[in-house]
């Protein structure tokens, strides 16, 4: 049987708080100033999408992603249950 690292049985609860170097944090506050407001639009435009692409350094397609982890999390772009808080800076 194999286990998953975000299964219930190898997860840890917390309590709100999250512990990132200030690199990491600078970062999330990056990419939220860009994705924000991205995330408040209905659909986002292609061209919205690379300008934040190019604004961030990613790739367009990763944008969406940012775009609904933005929407799913309601706040910061923090990677879910992984071993780093972000994908490469």
């Known amino acids: 049987m194999t286990i998953s690292p975000c299964s219930p049985e190898t997860m840890v609860p917390e309590h709100g708080l999250v512990t990132l170097s200030a690199q990491a944090w600078d970062e999330a506050k990056r990419r939220a100033h860009v994705i924000a407001p991205l995330a408040a639009q209905a659909v986002v435009p292609i061209a919205a999408a690379e300008t934040a692409a190019a604004q961030l350094g990613v790739s367009t397609r990763f944008v969406y992603k940012l775009i609904r982890r933005y929407r ?11 071993k780093t808080a972000f994908d490469p800076l």
């Open 72 to 82: 799913t999390s309601g706040s910061l772009l923090l990677k879910e249950c992984t």
